[in-house]
Structures are given as structure tokens and as C-alpha cells.
């Protein structure tokens, strides 16, 4: 929505489905992008990307993921949001974007870490883009996520899945196996 601006009818990937990447795919389907293809290697994650918006799911386990964004848009998309922090997923986000496309770069792998880029690919208008807190202004960007997620388009409480604070380890393996996206731990009474 703030980052790449992505207009209505324009194609976009999204490399990770937890958190902050469904957030991506309500995002996505609120600004009117088509396709939303949400890509990830956990099953419930790619259901749950379905249902909030994603108009395709890819599993990175089973299937080519270049292949089938080529197949499901014909020449590449014009977005790809990267937030598994893989150097080599960022590779693939920049050679699956359509001409003057744009990888957004959201996931940071450890400092030192390096992507090689086909720069001969990159000659063609497509770009690279860190993005840092989504380039919002909290206090004003917040009041309108409230706003949307009260009118029903930005479900964010179907990512969250509370635990009282003696089931931390619990909350800590289903967050781990993608059984839950958003563990919140409760301490104290309800």
C-alpha cells in the first residue's frame, strides 16, 4: 500500500506467508492487485493465503516456482514482496519480475550477506526496493488499518492465536511448524 504502491489489475508475488506476508496478501487484495500469488513452503500458511486473498498459492517444496508464476501471468509480475530472508529466494523475485518490475525487500538475512543479480536482467526497468516498517507513518497509517480491519478488509486477528504464558513452548513449536502465524502469549488472568 505505501511501499511500492501497487495499482489496481497488477500482478504480485509474495515470497513467505507468515505474518507479515498475509498482511501483504489482505494489502494486496484491498488495493485490487490480480493475481496475488503467495508462495511458501508450509501448507496452512498457503490455505490460510487463499483465504485471505491470494488468488494463487505455489508450495516452494513442490513445485518450480518460476515456472508456475510464468504460467499463472505469461510474462512474470509486476510486484514480488521478499520476506523469507533466502538469498537465493531474492534472486528468484528479481528474475521472475515482468519488465520495470519491482522486488520489494523486506526479510534480511545475517549482516554480510550477498544475492548475485544477473545485472543484464536488471537492464530492462526492473528494480530492487528495501522497504523498512512498511514506509508508513504509524499515526496516521494505524487509525486506517483499524478503520479497514473494522469494515471487515483486513482481518489481522485470523493471524493471531493466543496462549496462556505457562504454554510458551507450545507457542513456540506451532509457530515453528506454521501451525499458528501470530503466537501471543497471555500472562496473568484474562
Do not use: W
Request: with cysteine; proline share 5%.
Amino acid at each position: 500500500m505505501n511501499s511500492l504502491r501497487v495499482p489496481p489489475n497488477a500482478s504480485i508475488a509474495i515470497f513467505g506467508t507468515g505474518a507479515v506476508g498475509l498482511a501483504a496478501v489482505m494489502a494486496a487484495r484491498i488495493v485490487g492487485a490480480n493475481p496475488i500469488i503467495g508462495v511458501d513452503i508450509v501448507p496452512q500458511r498457503l490455505a490460510l493465503a487463499a483465504e485471505l486473498g491470494a488468488t494463487h498459492t505455489i508450495d516452494a517444496r513442490k513445485e518450480d516456482v518460476r515456472q508456475r508464476i510464468i504460467e499463472i501471468t505469461g510474462s512474470g509480475v509486476d510486484y514480488v514482496l521478499e520476506i523469507t530472508a533466502r538469498p537465493e529466494m531474492l534472486k528468484l523475485a528479481v528474475d521472475v519480475l515482468a519488465i520495470c518490475g519491482v522486488a520489494g525487500q523486506i526479510g534480511s538475512g545475517p549482516r554480510g550477506t550477498e544475492v548475485s543479480i544477473g545485472m543484464s536482467h536488471m537492464l530492462l526497468g526492473r528494480a530492487i526496493r528495501g522497504i523498512i516498517q512498511g514506509d508508513s507513518i504509524p499515526r496516521l497509517f494505524i487509525p486506517k488499518l483499524i478503520e479497514m480491519y473494522r469494515a471487515g478488509e483486513f482481518p489481522f486477528d485470523r493471524l493471531v492465536r493466543f496462549y496462556d504464558f505457562k504454554d510458551i513452548n507450545q507457542a513456540v513449536a506451532d509457530a515453528g511448524s506454521g501451525a499458528t502465524i501470530k503466537p501471543v502469549l497471555r500472562i496473568g488472568k484474562a
